[in-house]
């Protein structure tokens, strides 16, 4: 049963209070006490009305399992799943750039990298604890492009520095299933992320260019609005989209 939009959780803090009380009812009695652990939610500038999806940040390692208190390193990813339920996959960009380094926060407006203009944007980090509480903001800075669909529609693409990170878990994890195996380092090189989810807008403007393998509806969308997403796609209208977009600058969008 699709769920009206006056009746969805009003933003994250929200998701993480109920995802609280349903762990407290499941794993009661509550132990007594809960030691708080931190997640970090990336928060960028209103510039649109559309919550852009979580990248996950290549080169950090997965911790190891823990069911001593808290929530456990799987507990955590479900947290994390069940938080984007309903957001629209993102576009990727392979476009690789030298020099990237995921700590840099001060590069120059205007800089050109792998032949992309980039510019610079400011956000901020807020860190919460178990029950979506605020415990730390900090300022943040990435670089971006502006991608031009026409008509004064903007794609902003953010670059995302390629790192390394541990892909399944640990044979000591509890409640780990035998597919999650083998525990393994994964490389990801560098990348560009759609900071926004692709809204009705820009959907429509690359529906408009020339046809590579199959046609696309122009407005994809039940709740309507240019800065809506569009949700009723699917994975060929995505790859469409994406190589009509390529088509139309030389980047290798997917």
């Known amino acids: 049963m699709m769920r009206l939009a006056r009746d969805r959780p009003a933003n994250t803090q929200v998701i993480l209070q109920r995802l609280?009380?349903?762990?407290?009812?499941?794993?009661?009695?509550?132990?007594?006490?809960?030691?708080?652990?931190?997640?970090?939610?990336?928060?960028?500038?209103?510039?649109?009305?559309?919550?852009?999806?979580?990248?996950?940040?290549?080169?950090?390692?997965?911790?190891?399992?823990?069911?001593?208190?808290?929530?456990?390193?799987?507990?955590?990813?479900?947290?994390?799943g069940l938080g984007a339920v309903g957001l629209v996959?993102?576009?990727?960009?392979?476009?690789?750039?030298?020099?990237?380094?995921?700590?840099?926060?001060?590069?120059?407006?205007?800089?050109?990298?792998?032949?992309?203009?980039?510019?610079?944007?400011?956000?901020e980090v807020v860190t919460v604890d178990f029950f979506g509480k605020e415990n730390s903001r900090n300022s943040r800075q990435a670089k971006f492009f502006n991608e031009d669909l026409g008509n004064g529609i903007m794609l902003e693409m953010v670059a995302i520095p390629g790192g390394t990170f541990m892909m399944g878990s640990p044979d000591t994890e509890e409640g780990r299933y035998e597919r999650e195996s083998p525990q393994h380092s994964v490389t990801i090189k560098p990348f560009y992320l759609s900071?926004?989810?692709?809204?009705?807008?820009?959907?429509?403007?690359?529906?408009?260019?020339?046809?590579?393998i199959r046609n696309l509806n122009s407005d994809p969308a039940y709740f309507k609005g240019d800065n809506l997403p569009v949700e009723q796609v699917s994975w060929f209208d995505s790859q469409e989209f994406c190589a009509r977009l390529s088509g139309k600058n030389g980047l290798g969008y997917s």
């Not at 926060?105 to 792998?114: C, D, K, R």
């Open 20 to 80: 609280a009380e349903i762990d407290r009812i499941l794993n009661s009695p509550p132990r007594q006490k809960m030691p708080q652990m931190a997640a970090t939610v990336a928060s960028l500038p209103p510039q649109q009305p559309v919550a852009s999806p979580s990248p996950q940040q290549p080169g950090k390692s997965a911790n190891s399992g823990s069911s001593s208190g808290g929530l456990t390193r799987r507990q955590l990813i479900n947290t994390a």
């Open 89 to 123: 996959g993102g576009v990727i960009v392979h476009q690789i750039w030298k020099g990237s380094s995921p700590t840099s926060t001060n590069s120059p407006q205007g800089q050109t990298e792998g032949g992309i203009n980039l510019q610079s944007f400011d956000f």
């Open 195 to 212: 900071k926004f989810t692709v809204t009705q807008a820009q959907w429509r403007d690359a529906a408009a260019l020339a046809k590579v």
